[in-house]
């Protein structure tokens, strides 16, 4: 079952503050996280594993509620490179498989 | 490090038509897999292995073939390509609970 990501779009200022989210109907045993930018391939943010996770990397940081098999992506004073589509990933069960989310596209205006 | 390679880069094939598109990479991942991205969609799990000689199917494997003979390559096969099939092939390669790392893609158009 596909996760599913929101918003599906938005739109910030430079400096602004955004959060994606990625919801599962299915237990999940961890969620990967990942930027792609037009035309290029997408790569990897980070990877959250089951026990309610939190991680962080410079101004964008991920939680992950396990229970709630919900994972949010807090990207923080925004960027002109943080433009692109996010997606999330999820793993049901240790098989080392993802399910992708259908993206969040995230523009970033001067 | 090269990282994950794939060719060609872009291809033009007739209905019909077969062709392997390859996937190499030199981390020594164990885990290696079969994407394809529709325009504005998100990624389709075709195949994946997680190991030599060992293959799984994905969400969307019909058309297409896999092979791992070697820990470095995992190339894709489309018999008989259809329009349906024109897409971005993506590869990828991870270790256990790491991160995927993505080959630069394959753009392939069947008319």
């Known amino acids: 079952q596909q996760p599913v990501q929101s918003p599906q779009a938005v739109i910030l200022r430079e400096g602004e503050d955004a959060v994606i989210n990625c919801s599962s109907s299915?237990?999940?045993?961890?969620v990967h996280w990942y930027r792609q930018k037009h035309g290029e391939a997408p790569v990897f943010l980070m990877i959250?594993?089951?026990?309610?996770e939190q991680k962080g990397h410079d101004k964008i940081s991920a939680s992950f509620n396990e229970k709630k098999q919900q994972s949010s992506l807090y990207l923080t004073a925004s960027q002109l490179s943080y433009s692109g589509t996010y997606f999330c990933?999820?793993?049901?069960?240790?098989?080392?498989?993802?399910?992708f989310g259908q993206g969040t596209r995230l523009t970033i205006n001067p | 490090n090269a990282g994950v390679t794939q060719t060609p880069k872009f291809r033009i094939l007739k209905i019909g038509q077969s062709m392997t598109l390859q996937c190499t990479q030199d981390?020594?991942?164990?885990?290696m897999y079969w994407y394809r991205q529709d325009p504005g969609m998100g990624l389709k799990l075709i195949y994946y292995?997680?190991?030599?000689?060992?293959?799984d199917k994905g969400e969307v494997p019909n058309g297409y073939n896999v092979s791992r003979s070697t820990t470095e390559d995992f190339p894709l096969r489309l018999e008989l390509a259809a329009p349906s099939q024109t897409s971005v092939y993506f590869c990828?390669?991870?270790?256990?609970?790491?991160?995927?790392?993505f080959g630069p893609g394959t753009r392939l158009t069947v008319l």
């Open positions: 959250l594993l089951k026990g309610g």
């Open positions: 299915k237990a999940l045993y961890s």
């Open positions: 981390m020594n991942h164990n885990y």
């Open positions: 990933g999820t793993e049901g069960g240790g098989a080392q498989k993802l399910v």
């Open positions: 990828a390669s991870m270790f256990p609970e790491g991160g995927q790392y």
């Open positions: 292995s997680v190991g030599a000689g060992i293959t």
